[in-house]
T-cell receptor, first 115, second 113 residues
Framework: QQQVKQSPQSLIVQKGGISIINCAYENTAFDYFPWYQQFPGKGPALLIA?????SEKKEGRFTISFNKSAKQFSLHIMDSQPGDSATYFC??????????????FGSGTRLQVQP | KAGVTQTPRYLIKTRGQQVTLSCSPISGHRSVSWYQQTPGQGLQFLFE???????NKGNFPGRFSGRQFSNSRSEMNVSTLELGDSALYLC????????????FGPGTRLTVL
């Protein structure tokens, strides 16, 4: 079963706080883990991505932590801002199947950052 | 570079009709994937095309089909529309192989009445 489980479903954070979204996967063939941000009426936009050969990747206020043994990865948004209010999706895919690119998405987390 | 474009942005159809959605990938991108997004099922993979060939297909009925042209533009078609086909249909393009970043378009909002 190629599933990616995401939690929490919704999250309310105060401005300046840290937002943490978690994902867990089952398919050990997954080797690329992107996070997408989606605003209402827009398509998902790539935020940050990681491969399992590193345990952490940071880009600005966004950090992915990756635990290969636990098959878990998480997104940390530092100094959360009201403009970060959006739905966040984790995803995973595998390059092992001949270059196919079906992304398996988590169920999404609706983040609300209160001013 | 211009992003992924999708047309039309909004569409209203009635049950039993068919619909064709269009996607123009980012210039130079050869892979186009389609996804369906609904509140209940989330984002689900429909199919992926590369060099005019379907390389992968998700778990959707045969009423959903697609194609890719030599300029990498892609279309998807849904025949005999059902109420449950109401969704946001997203197209994503990427340069080449698996693991490349996929860039999504704004989607086509299909409403079936």
């Amino acid at each position: 079963q190629q599933q990616v489980k995401q939690s929490p479903q919704s999250l309310i954070v105060q401005k300046g706080g840290i937002s943490i979204i978690n994902c867990a996967y089952e398919n050990t063939a997954f080797d690329y883990f992107p996070w997408y941000q989606q605003f209402p009426g827009k398509g998902p936009a790539l935020l940050i991505a990681i491969r399992p050969d590193v345990s952490e990747k940071k880009e600005g206020r966004f950090t992915i932590s990756f635990n290969k043994s636990a098959k878990q990865f998480s997104l940390h948004i530092m100094d959360s801002q009201p403009g970060d209010s959006a739905t966040y999706f984790c995803a995973a895919t595998s390059s092992a199947d001949g270059g196919r690119r079906a992304l398996t998405f988590g169920s999404g987390t609706r983040l609300q950052v209160q001013p | 570079k211009a992003g992924v474009t999708q047309t039309p942005r909004y569409l209203i159809k009635t049950r039993g009709q068919q619909v064709t959605l269009s996607c123009s990938p980012i210039s130079g991108h050869r892979s186009v994937s389609w996804y369906q997004q609904t509140p209940g099922q989330g984002l689900q993979f429909l199919f992926e095309y590369f060099s005019e060939t379907q390389r992968n297909k998700g778990n959707f009925p045969g009423r959903f089909s697609g194609r890719q042209f030599s300029n990498s533009r892609s279309e998807m078609n849904v025949s005999t529309l059902e109420l449950g086909d109401s969704a946001l249909y997203l197209c994503a393009s990427s340069f080449l192989q698996a693991g490349d970043t996929q860039y999504f378009g704004p989607g086509t909002r299909l409403t079936v009445l």
